[in-house]
């Protein structure tokens, strides 16, 4: 491969000098070789056919003749320099030919001209070998080759979507989601999964699409409990409280007494009975179940960056991930570590507060 770059940066700087010699050429004229005497000339002939054919008279003709013939001989007196080499055309040549010549030696000097290529198949299975070493975008690289090669398994795509939302990204995560759900139609919890993201999306609010979604999740599973958390939040949301509470209380029924959302449910149970209506919805915060399905990839994240903290991408990951889980104490702790770390890259910055903005 050095080879073919090598040859390729002599061929540009040969082209250069070919364009730039020839233009030279043609600007160097042999000696006596002046242009003015072939237009004078040329001036000569077209007033003498003009008075072949009874258009110019013979006065004019003969004092037109008589002023182009004085040009003609103060244009042949005038010497005219021999040609030769130009300085400004040597600077020309070697400023054309400079770069590309400069740029290989730079590469074998700083680069790896003795590398081996490293094809993406090779990079894909090193992703997949060590994934705790990839990226995000490496992850989701070997998770999109995962489900190419088991198009019946819906797994792969449910973990893209949740390394998707981790990073912030909805509408991708959607899409994972319904790819998902298209292989595997009867699993109430993709199904639910999906409904929560396309929530999350709309600022808190179920849609007619997600409440259509809800509904089959709970067709499939009658204990889906982010299906019937949300079914009630749009019956209370839609005016009929009594049947979203009902729905809130059987499932506060149904979950153990050890279980963090059910002291959750409760107050918010309690808040909608005391005023009729639901609180303020937290836009970017899963509520149920799907907090805690990405909560472990956002912890190892987290983990990751504390022994490797040189990763500027991972903190913007980190600090956004925070933000779609309504975590905004672990966020700010996150963005102020990471503005420490990177205080003087404004570009890192600039990237850290966008991701830091509600619904970023």
Known sequence: MIGLWIAVAVLAAAAAGLVLG???????????????????????????????????????????????GRRLLRAAERPTPPPGRSSRAAILLLAAAAPPLLAAGLYLVLGSPLAIDQPFRARLAHWRAVPERASAPELAAALRAVAAERPNDPEPRRRLALLDLSLGDLDDAAHALRQAVRIAPARADLLAMLGEILVV???????????????????????????????GRADIASGDIASGLTLWRGLIAHLRPSDPRRGLLQAEADAVSRTGALPSPEATAPRVDLSRAIAGMVD????????????????????????????????????????????GRPDVLDELAAAARPGS
């Not at 233009?23 to 040329?42: C, I, K, Q, S, V």
């Not at 001036?43 to 182009?68: F, H, V």
């Not at 600022?203 to 079914?231: C, H, K, N």
């Not at 990751?304 to 990763?311: C, G, K, S, T, Y």
């Open 300 to 343: 190892s994240l987290a983990s990751r960056l504390a022994a490797h903290p040189d990763d500027p991408s991972g903190w913007v990951r980190l600090v956004r991930a925070y933000g779609v889980l309504g975590q905004s104490g672990e966020q700010a702790a996150a963005l102020t570590r990471a503005r420490g770390l990177f205080a």
């Open 201 to 231: 999306k709309a600022r808190g609010a179920v849609d007619p699409d997600a409440e259509a979604i809800f509904r089959q999740a709970l067709a499939v599973d009658p204990a889906s409990p982010t299906a019937t958390y949300y079914l």
């Open 22 to 68: 020839r233009a030279r050429g043609a600007a160097a004229r042999p000696a006596g070789e002046n242009p003015d005497l072939a237009a004078y000339r040329r001036a000569l002939a077209e007033i003498d056919e003009l008075a072949d054919r009874d258009l110019l008279g013979s006065e004019e003709r003969a004092a037109t003749r008589a002023e182009i």
